[in-house]
DNA sequence: CCACATCTGTAGTGAACACTACATATCTGG
DNA sequence: CCAGATATGTAGTGTTCACTACAGATGTGG
């Protein structure tokens, strides 16, 4: 029994471009023939590398959240919960304006409502938001067990809203808020957790 | 002349329907079949009346902002800035988690990203969405002069980031995000903008 | 070289989509 | 009561969609 054809793509590589396709036009704008056009193949091979258009969006999901972890590592490794939510504010104002991708984030831009056959997929991205939204609580539990962070503040209250506004401003991004005006917006929501900080005397 | 068989419908009645199909499924996840069933109409009538798909969703939108901007005229009649974020952005915890409506926002619910032949659809949206940040800027602005912000802050990018805030809540909601946990987000974000108030002394 | 397994390109499939032709119904003005 | 004008319901239109049947190509194990 022999091991068959091998495959003429490289999958990762033609994830990326579904990723742009997704990112773009999110989970039902986008159309196969445009992912296969992105991805230099046809149909059949998309069909049979990932099942369907679903299981496509899901390994893109995969790749995008796998690299975007290894950011967040970086992030929440800032020093004070301060300092973890301006990390992530201002890279994410950098990253949602980086001309080499889409503007916004995947988990934005992939779809927040969905047509009948298609409800799972705003969950799906929920889903991936909140990991990171769980990372960054954790995170700021560590900041106020260490007396960074008030005795009366809420983490995860704090994790829900730097998550928040970073959704926020994944949307503004994709509407045509430049960088600029990204930073600022996450200057000023840096300050609702500086005032969660403890007092530096 | 005559003046021909009238409508045997309440345009206004049926676009609140209309208004419901579209914050649920999204622009484009949102069928005609679907749209004329909530309305309770057939598809001729919808096509006299509002022209086409996307001239019902302009619409509908009309008459989403005429409701909205009412509301947010009561919210910049607050006495001060932080007043005003605090109305704002835990009214919109209110609204957003409302059971009379779909969770979110209409003007986030309706379309991020479209596929080819949609594109402006976000940009109707992002439209409507500066409107509600021009009247807080202005507002911003007002409470600067007043000095009831201090003179070091930046009263436009406030108001984006309360802009910012509200619709980071909107996708929370529309994704399960209870009222609760909106409120915090809320409570946390009003934060910033007190940060950025004179001093009460 | 052969049996088998998997991939690839061509060329479709049925279903769902936004939208409409048309006949009929219901109004106003004269 | 008639002529003109607009609304309505039925029943479609062509197009685009996600997805696939099939035949040929390209690999492995014996």
């Known amino acids: 029994m022999g091991m068959g054809r091998p495959r003429e793509f490289d999958a990762e590589l033609a994830l990326d471009q579904a990723m742009e396709v997704f990112w773009r036009h999110g ?24 099942g369907n258009k679903e299981g496509l969006l899901k390994a893109a999901l995969d790749r995008y959240t796998k690299l975007r972890n290894i950011w967040m590592e970086e992030v929440v490794a800032a020093p004070t919960a301060r300092a973890v939510a301006e990390r992530m504010l201002m890279g994410i104002a950098d990253k949602q304006t980086d ?3 889409p503007p916004g984030c995947l988990l934005v831009q ?3 409502a969905c047509g009948s056959g298609s409800e799972n997929v705003p969950f799906e991205l929920a889903a991936r938001r909140a990991q990171n939204e769980d990372q960054l609580r954790d995170r700021f539990v560590r900041a106020k067990a260490e007396g960074d962070l008030k005795p009366t503040s809420d983490p995860a209250a704090l994790a829900r809203y730097v998550s928040a506004v970073s959704v926020g401003m ?12 990204l930073r600022q917006v996450a200057s000023v929501a840096v300050q609702a957790v500086e005032a969660q900080s403890a007092d530096k005397t």
Request: glycine share 14%; proline share 7%.
């Open 110 to 112: 992939g779809g927040i």
């Open 99 to 101: 001309p080499a991708n």
């Open 27 to 50: 989970y039902e704008g986008a159309t196969i023939a445009q992912l296969t056009e992105a991805m230099g193949i046809n149909p059949p091979s998309l069909y049979a590398c990932f």
């Open 170 to 181: 994944g949307v503004m991004a994709s509407s045509g808020a430049d960088r600029e005006a």
